[in-house]
């Protein structure tokens, strides 16, 4: 099988810079490419000053250089009004900002919160001490043996008193891709808000805001191709105009009382201080190059990846891929291979310049469903070709050549 890279490793100063690397771990960060470097090097070279507080023309670029990120990345992301993108530090604070500002103004005792088997600890954790401190019910909707979400116990968990039933677009533990519109109709149907966190989807699958159905929709920048401490929230204006503010401080305000305050119009609302403006201007590059390289092939060639391995693990004795099949994963491959600890496995693997992650995912209530605490894992990206594969199945067979007689 020769499945060539959808973009070539000399783009990525990284990865050129060590030819050796098989990177397979872009599901926790991608590798960067250089249009992202110099991005974030011009902004600082000619556009740098505090933006939408100067009148000076210096901060005017500031200001347009980051309001132009937003329009690009809104874009890319099919939000038809870039002021309900807001920027934050990545999926992990858009959901607590969910949970905090529009949670507490809106749960109550006695309500419900749903959430899903699948979940990264950042789509679970603020949901649950959500739920305990204000006494809401707590549910988790549990999975098929497939390891997809079983939509007839969602369709029974989400009753009539259920506020949120919060969701993974793409599972970064096993790569289960949900079914969104399914989600969002049972959640709908009860009048609950459905919220989903797409740390895995927006980096690998064309989103499609506008037309996704779902209320809001949280990302990460460094998980497609940006820097890191760059990502966002993007909402339905209704929810995020009626919702009460996250942090607050400069550049929030509309007009500060001695006794008191209201608020700046969207995005302004919830992006307290001074911004992250050579993220976002570092991710619009990002973006730019997932665009150009369209994101129905970036898919495919996951897909095409994921297949071939799942394809060469089967001939490995004692190795268990989990998940379901590959035609309906995104761009992972979670194993075990019998007793070999994964930790161990990812540090063998690393002797041969492979970079795989092991442990449990930030997703310790699926890993325990699964019967395992921990797996190792291998995700793909644009860079990655099947020599990447070949080299991750052999080295797997060499371990557990290594240890057959453990075994
Ligand atoms: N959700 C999922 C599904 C993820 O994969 C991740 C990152 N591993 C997160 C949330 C958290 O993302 P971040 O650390 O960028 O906030």
Known sequence: MNIKALAPRSDFPLLAGDPALRYLDSAATTQKPQSVLDAIGGYYKRENANPHRGAYALSGAATEAYQGARDSIARFLGASDPDT???????????????????????????????????????????????????????????????????????????????????????????????????????????????????????????????????AYAFSGHKMLGPMGIGGLIAKRDLLEDMPPYQMGGDMIALVGDNATTWNVLPHKFEAGTPNVEGAVGLAAGVAYLEALGMDRVYAHESAL????????????????????????????????????????????????????AGHHCAQPLMRSLGVNATTRASFYVYNDSSDVDALVGAVARVRERFAVAL
């Open 306 to 357: 994921v297949q071939y391995a799942t394809e060469q693990f089967a001939s490995i004795e004692d190795v268990v891929v989990l998940g379901p099949p590959p035609e309906r994963r995104g761009g992972v491959v979670s194993f075990t291979l019998r007793d070999v600890h994964p930790h161990d496995l990812s540090q063998l693997l690393d002797a041969e310049h492979i970079a795989v992650r």
């Open 85 to 215: 993108l807001i920027f934050t530090r990545g999926t992990t604070e858009s959901l607590n900002l969910l949970a905090a500002a529009w949670g507490r103004a809106n749960v109550k005792k006695g309500d419900r919160i749903v959430v899903t088997r699948l979940e990264h600890h950042a789509n679970f954790v603020p949901w649950q001490q959500l739920a305990v401190a204000v006494g809401a019910e707590f549910k988790i909707c549990e999975l098929t043996s497939a390891g997809e979400i079983d939509l007839a116990n969602l369709n029974e968990l989400v009753t009539p008193n259920t506020k949120v039933v919060a969701f993974g677009h793409v599972s970064n533990a096993i790569g289960t891709v949900n079914p969104v519109a399914d989600i969002v109709a049972i959640a709908h149907r009860a009048g609950a808000l459905a919220l989903c966190d797409g740390a895995q989807g927006a980096p690998h699958i064309t989103v499609g805001f506008d037309s996704l159905g779902v209320d």
